[in-house]
């Protein structure tokens, strides 16, 4: 009993803040099936993500104060029991989850009527919690064989979510089975890099693992683990030649469903990345196998221009929004690839950027889907002139995923840009302008279609539900606030490399 | 089925005795190998042996699908309610000793017991439920109807 915690007896409501931040969604999933009332099936979700997101946002307040929260499991101390583990890197993806969820769910309450047969629309709400659960789990725990489990429990219900396209376009099965194929041979590799960590160290607690591996130094068992992990999660996040499923998942998939994956599920598996390449490996050896500069800058630079191309070439809105995610992933990619704080900074600032201006494209595109009934350009033109107020929104979130100043891209950026000439490397910084203007294209495209285009139903009005109006506007002033007030994002990114780059010691800069 | 006469005789027999034995590895793996897991499999054998033999219409009347949906659901309620008891007395999420602080042993135990209670409920409905869509499944069409 001697490992169990006695002086934590008497935890009030606050100290448990890292755990129901998970257990809300986890457990009211199960609560929406068993009552099984499709009409309080929405009610339940949104409260349960709204619960969440405001405990991420406590969270984010209370490590940026006070630095690192570790949760025990039933009480049981790490490196022997599971701990939650929470400091400004995952505090800060863990607001961009729930809040994207949060923000998107009220526009689901439409748009998943028009898209999703009835019968599976009490499970669809279920399914999203499962995965909203999962996405916060893998970013909050801190024991590597957890991780496994949430993205595999996020995952699953991945598949799910995205399968129930079929109704608007029987492609979503396909879809749905090919990222169920591609993602469970990711989860595999991640799960046998685990495993030799595992071999290798004796335990699973990820800031035991680094202590250990810093102690004893790499060994070709270390380095094994190592390239399985970055494998498996690569296929997860999407790195460029691993993205085979994401363009299809994302345009097959419910509206609603592309808002949320876009804005999160990528962005939890960078999180791990991230997590386990600076804390469980620690930069010294990532530069000693030199996977950085050989391997994750070259890929980033060929994700940036590759998928911008293949954006501007696009037929369908969200076909043409994924493969600008692939690109985008390709930026963040790169800010870790620089190995400095300042790059590692613009990837988490990217990270949350990008969150939110994806969701607001994909949720744009869903309401042009709800008026339309396809996200083709062909039947989307002139909608701009019938649907005044989310042709506008689309424009905003589009100028931030260009980077335009007074954006939320134009901060990442120009970080990125910074970090790239602080290292002395003007290519790469080129690169990044370059590949920015090719975004200026792919926007352009959409918004020709939008708006210079004759409208099919000439004059009338016919603009989305209010419903869906208010969750849209929210995401695209997010975009444009996050432009002018950097406080919380850059410092929290800053704090947050900062804590990446000292691997898991309470060190902790308050203001960044 | 109906001149199968040894097979459903057996099959009515067994399917108690097997639900019997399913109970005894449940309540009985705090002491010998078993558990929820194990209990659950061999509770669903039960409904998946007398649908074998008495064809899913019979089965789904005695657990219609969606009590077995339910089931799924309501196991995992009932693992995570028991952690969340120990949240309001003060104690870490699934601290069994929250549920007899003076005899934390006790608890423990209790804990452990309600927990696999709740993994048997899912893992029964699981495999009940992956028996129900195979054996839903319409047939296959015949060259016939080509």
């Known amino acids: 009993m001697s490992v169990q915690d006695t002086q934590q007896a008497a935890m009030t409501l606050a100290d448990h803040l890292p755990l129901l931040q998970v257990l809300v969604p986890f457990m009211a999933a199960p609560l929406i099936v068993v009552i099984g009332a499709r009409r309080l099936a929405w009610g339940i979700a949104f409260a349960a993500s709204l619960a969440s997101a405001g405990i991420a946002l406590a969270i984010l307040l209370q490590v940026l104060d006070s630095g690192m929260i570790s949760y025990h499991i039933g009480g049981w101390v790490p490196p022997l029991g599971i701990e939650y583990r929470i400091d400004a890197a995952n505090a800060i993806v863990l607001l961009l989850i729930a809040s994207v969820s949060t923000v998107v769910l009220p526009f689901a309450a439409r748009s998943v009527a028009a898209e999703i047969a009835r019968k599976h629309q009490t499970l669809f709400y279920a399914m999203w919690l499962l995965c909203l659960a999962g996405l916060l789990g893998m970013v909050a725990t801190g024991d590597a064989f957890n991780v496994f489990v949430f993205l595999e429990v996020s995952s699953l219900s991945t598949y799910v979510l995205v399968s129930m396209g079929a109704r608007r376009d029987k492609r979503a099965l396909t879809a749905a089975y090919d990222y169920l194929i591609m993602g469970t041979i990711g989860a595999t590799f991640f799960v046998i890099g685990i495993g030799f960590l595992y071999a290798a160290t004796g335990t699973l607690n990820m800031a035991d693992m680094a202590a250990i591996i810093r102690e004893n130094g790499a060994d070709r068992t270390i380095q094994t683990a190592f390239a399985f992990i970055v494998v498996g999660m690569g296929l997860k996040v999407a790195v460029y030649p691993l993205h085979l499923w994401l363009p299809n998942a994302y345009t097959y998939a419910p509206s609603v469903v592309s808002a949320f994956l876009g804005g999160t599920a990528t962005k939890a598996a960078i999180y791990v990345l991230m997590r386990f390449m600076f804390t469980v490996f620690r930069p010294e050896f990532l530069f000693e196998v030199r996977a950085l500069d050989l391997i994750m800058v070259p890929l980033a630079l060929v994700a940036m221009f590759a998928g911008s191309i293949i954006a501007i070439f696009q037929r369908d809105m969200k076909r043409m929004l994924a493969y600008s995610s692939i690109a985008q992933i390709g930026y963040i990619l790169l800010g870790i690839g620089f190995l400095t704080e300042t790059g590692l900074s613009a990837a988490v600032i990217h990270l949350f950027n990008h969150g939110i201006t994806k969701a607001a494209l994909f949720m744009g595109a869903g309401a042009l889907i709800f008026r339309s009934g396809s996200s083709f350009y062909r039947s989307l033109e002139g909608l701009g002139r019938t649907m005044p107020f989310t042709g506008f929104a689309i424009v905003i979130a589009g100028l931030s995923l260009i980077g335009v100043p007074g954006t939320a891209g134009f901060i990442s950026k120009w970080l990125l840009v910074q970090a790239a000439i602080e290292k002395g490397w003007w290519p790469i910084a080129l690169a990044v302008v370059a590949s920015s203007l090719l975004a200026v294209i792919y926007v352009w495209r959409v918004v020709e279609v939008l708006y210079m285009k004759e409208p099919k139903s000439a004059g009338t009005r016919d603009e989305a539900p209010v419903s869906m109006l208010v969750p849209l506007w929210i995401a695209a002033a997010a975009t444009v606030y996050f432009g002018f007030a950097t406080e919380l994002t850059l410092g929290a990114a800053q704090s947050a490399a900062d804590s990446l780059m000292s691997g898991f010691s309470p060190v902790h800069a308050g203001g960044g | ?146």
Do not use: C
């Open chain 2, 1 to 146: 089925m109906r001149h199968h006469l040894i097979l459903r005789v057996i099959t009515k027999l067994l399917a108690g005795a097997i639900m019997l034995f399913a109970f005894y590895v449940q309540f009985h793996g705090d002491y010998s190998p078993g558990g929820g897991f194990q209990a659950g499999v061999i509770l669903a054998v039960a409904f998946v042996l007398y649908g074998l033999v008495f064809g899913l219409p019979a089965v789904q009347a005695v657990l219609p699908p969606w009590v077995v949906h339910k089931m799924m659901a309501l196991g995992v309620l009932v693992y995570a309610g028991t952690g969340v008891i120990s949240l309001f007395t003060g104690y870490a999420f699934l601290d069994y000793t929250a549920l007899n602080p003076a005899h934390p042993e006790h608890g423990q135990e209790l804990g452990i017991l309600w927990v696999e209670g709740g993994v048997g409920i899912t893992v029964t409905g699981v495999m009940v439920a992956i028996y129900y869509a195979f054996a839903g499944r319409p047939p296959r069409i015949s060259d016939e109807e080509w």
